[in-house]
Each structure stands twice: as C-alpha cells, then as structure tokens.
C-alpha cells in the first residue's frame, strides 16, 4: 500500500490526504515549518501517523541546521516546541518528540552531523516500530471477532493514520485475512470526512467490504441488527481507560451499550497517558467554524452562524468492552493492566 510519509532528500514527503480520495498528491516539505503546516492543516493526520512525522521534522531541523554548535540546543527546542504546537490531544505526537529530545540530549555531545543523522534513524526506527505494532494489534484484536463480522467503525484509524496497516483498519484487515469480515460500516465522520474520504477508500483498495452512512444513521443501523462490533481508534488513552477519539466516537459508544454490541478501541501503548489518571484533563482541541459551515470550500449555511467544533470526544471507560494493544487485550478495570503494559512489565 502506498507510504504515508517518508524522508527523501532532505526532506519530509507526506501523502496529502486533505486531497483524497480525488488525488493522490505526495507533498513535500523542506523546513520544519512546513512539517509543523501539514500537521496543523491535517494533510497527515491520525494519532500514530503525526508522532513520526513530527519524529522526521525534528530530524529535518537538525539536518538543515549551520548556525554555532551553542545554539544547538536552543534551536532544537524551538522546532520541538513549534512541532508540539500543531495539535494538542493525540498523545503519540509529545511521546514521540520526547523520545528524540532523550536521543538529542544522549548524542549531540557527538557534535552536529552525528547527531542530525542519529535522530534521522531515530524517526525511521519508529516508522518501521508503528507497523510492527499495528499488526501485534491487528492480531490481538482479530481473536475477538467472530465468523460473518459486522464492524462499525468512525474516523479513519487505518493504514492512512499510521504509517501502515492501522489500529482500527488494522484488527479489520487481520480478521479479513482469515475471512470473518462481512461488511466494514464506515461512519463518514463530520466535518472533515476522514470516514467517508479515507476509510471508504483505503479498504476499497483492498477490497474490504465497506458501506457507508452518515454519523446520525449508526443507532438505526444498529437497532436493525447489523452491527456486530464497534472498533474505533484513540488519540490518548488516560490511565483509567478513558479515551478521546474523533468526535461522534463517545456517541457510538453509548449506542453500543444500549444495543449491547461489544465497543472496542484499538491503540498502541504510545497512546496511553499514564500520567493522566482520567481524561478529563485531555485537551480536546477545537479548530475551525468554517470546518463545520463548509463542504468542499462552499457554504453550507449562513456563513455567520456561530459554530462549535470540538475534533474529538471523550469516552468512558465503562463504555469500553476492551482495549486492544499489542501487548494484548485489556478488560475492565483497565488501570493495572494499562500500566503494567504500559511499564513494559
Ligand atoms: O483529526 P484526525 O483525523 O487526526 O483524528 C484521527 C482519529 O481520531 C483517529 O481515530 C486516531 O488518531 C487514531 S488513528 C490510528
């Protein structure tokens, strides 16, 4: 499948996905500006996906950097900082800048060059990292569907979000391999679309049986007796299990305990903050009004109505039937488990 981002000479290539499904456009940028512009304008966009790319940015910077070896360090937190600013609820994007901040710290006594390409390696192990731990969550999670599934799913948590394979998509694509899908339904996800843009069109390039509705048809669809499960992704998992994901996520999950469907998110450990003892402290950001009063650049509405645009929600851990990492399934209580994992124990 095609790559979501990758380093090429001298600088950080993203596929565009503000342009899909019409276009498969690669966008390449040269300065750490530029990485830091394409996250905030989600032309990459997903929890795991926007840690790496901010992992190779930060490695750009230092590749690019002439000024004296004093200002090293000043100008390494500058671009941390600038890359840290671009969206504040996933949780893989301050993991992963912490982790090049550990290696910066360790090896800039090397000098220059040396460190600028240890971070470069650095970015690329965690590329390569993100899809081994996709599919240990892809495997992990497939145990749990039965023959003739019937997934819902919201957002897109797939191979796009990541840099291959998914989290979500990724238990999708696993439990597919073994034939036990039936249908993916695809809620498109307003306002940005990411289910109807991206998730439709990633599981149609592998031919996964996908259908899609809009976000208020879900509790109909479910009443009906089509849904067997729900999946969705995570950006930042609190140390209780709460979870923020795309808004509309903690709507699907209430519908799923009224309709006792078994609701499933699928993360790795990167995305749970175990510093945070609920998600109540989650930052949930808020973008655009324009967002919501527009489609495709064209006014939907009255272009001066006041507009609320939260981009993700939280959703309780007691709404949530299990947590599927690649360090295995966890089950209600979450705490001690999260931990344990989360502690590499
Ligand atoms: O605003 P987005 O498109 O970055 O939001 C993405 C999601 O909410 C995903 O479900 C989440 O990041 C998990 S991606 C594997």
């Known amino acids: 499948m095609i790559e979501t981002v990758r380093f090429d000479n001298d600088a950080v290539v993203v596929l565009d996905q503000s342009k899909l499904p019409g276009e498969v456009h690669?966008?390449?940028?040269?300065?750490p500006e530029e990485v830091a512009q394409a996250i905030r304008s989600m032309k990459v966009r997903g929890a795991p996906l926007i840690g790496v790319v901010a992992a190779f940015g930060l490695a750009l910077s230092m590749l690019r950097y002439q000024g004296p070896v004093s200002g090293m360090d000043t100008?390494?937190?500058?671009?941390?900082?600038?890359?840290?600013?671009?969206?504040?609820?996933?949780?893989?994007?301050?993991?992963?800048?912490?982790?090049?901040?550990?290696?910066?710290?360790?090896?800039k006594r090397a000098g220059l060059q040396q460190v600028a390409s240890r971070l470069l390696e650095e970015a690329q192990c965690m590329y390569e990292e993100d899809i081994a731990v996709n599919r240990a969550i892809g495997a992990n999670?497939?145990?749990?569907?039965?023959?003739?599934?019937?997934?819902?799913?919201?957002?897109?948590?797939?191979?796009?979000?990541?840099?291959?394979?998914?989290?979500?998509?990724?238990v999708i694509r696993a439990a597919c391999a073994r034939n036990k899908v039936n249908m993916v339904w695809a809620c498109?996800?307003?306002?940005?679309?990411?289910?109807?843009?991206?998730?439709?069109?990633?599981?149609?390039?592998?031919?996964?049986p996908v259908t899609l509705i809009t976000d208020n048809m879900a509790g109909y669809t479910m009443k009906l007796g089509k849904v067997d499960a729900v999946i969705v992704g995570a950006d930042?998992?609190?140390?209780?299990?709460?979870?923020?994901n795309k808004i509309g996520t903690f709507s699907l999950a209430v519908l799923a305990k009224y309709h006792k469907i078994p609701f499933y998110v699928a993360a790795p450990l990167s995305t749970v903050d175990i510093s945070l003892p609920d998600g109540e402290?989650?930052?949930?950001?808020?973008?655009?009004?324009?967002?919501?009063?527009?489609?495709?650049?064209?006014?939907?509405?009255?272009?001066e109505v006041e507009v609320f645009n939260p981009a993700f929600d939280l959703t309780p851990h007691n709404l949530i039937s299990g947590i599927i990492t690649e360090g295995g399934v966890i089950k209600a209580p979450f705490a001690e488990e999260l931990q344990r994992l989360k502690e590499g124990r």
Request: glycine fraction near 6%; aromatic fraction near 10%; hydrophobic fraction near 40%.
């Open 281 to 303: 402290a989650i930052t949930i950001e808020e973008r655009s009004q324009d967002e919501v009063r527009c489609c495709a650049a064209t006014y939907l509405t009255v272009p």
């Open 26 to 31: 690669f966008h390449r940028c040269h300065t």
């Open 75 to 107: 100008y390494f937190e500058y671009n941390r900082d600038l890359l840290a600013s671009t969206r504040p609820t996933a949780v893989n994007l301050f993991w992963a800048l912490k982790r090049m901040e550990k290696l910066y710290r360790y090896e």
């Open 188 to 208: 498109e996800t307003r306002p940005v679309l990411q289910g109807a843009r991206l998730t439709v069109w990633e599981l149609m390039q592998d031919n996964i």
């Open 141 to 170: 999670g497939e145990a749990l569907l039965a023959a003739d599934s019937r997934i819902m799913t919201i957002c897109n948590a797939g191979h796009l979000a990541t840099c291959g394979y998914g989290t979500a998509l990724g």
């Open 236 to 244: 930042r998992i609190a140390a209780n299990g709460d979870t923020a």
